[in-house]
């Protein structure tokens, strides 16, 4: 998995990369090596902003989230992409699922 850190009037601090590669390794891991995920930070007067997206060969997602801290607003961002990871897969697997099942229905006539 490639990671881009980009900050907005913020410094990427090891700190906050160490926390999103914490994250991500719980979360994301599972898209393998191919997934491109790129992670926009910025700030603005008392609000934080997390932008995070993912690209792999399949699809492109997208999450953003806004908070008064830096790292809430990292760890939403992520818990909507797992969200939106998990509802692809399932979409996924529900349609090889319904794939193999007609395939099978035009064996047996």
Not at 48 to 53: D, Q, S, Y
Not at 83 to 104: D, V
């Amino acid at each position: 998995m490639k990671l881009t850190v980009a900050g907005r009037h913020i410094e990427i601090t090891d700190g906050i990369r160490n926390h999103l590669n914490d994250k991500m390794a719980k979360t994301i891991a599972d898209l393998g090596e191919a997934a491109d995920v790129h992670v926009a930070l910025s700030v603005e007067k008392h609000r934080h902003f997390a932008e995070i997206t993912v690209k792999t060969k399949d699809f492109t997602l997208h999450s953003h989230d806004e908070t008064e801290d830096l790292y809430t607003s990292m760890d939403k961002a992520l818990e909507k992409m797992e969200k939106q990871i998990r509802k692809h897969k399932e979409k996924a697997k529900a349609l090889r699922n319904k794939q193999g099942s007609q395939s099978k229905n035009q064996n047996q006539e």
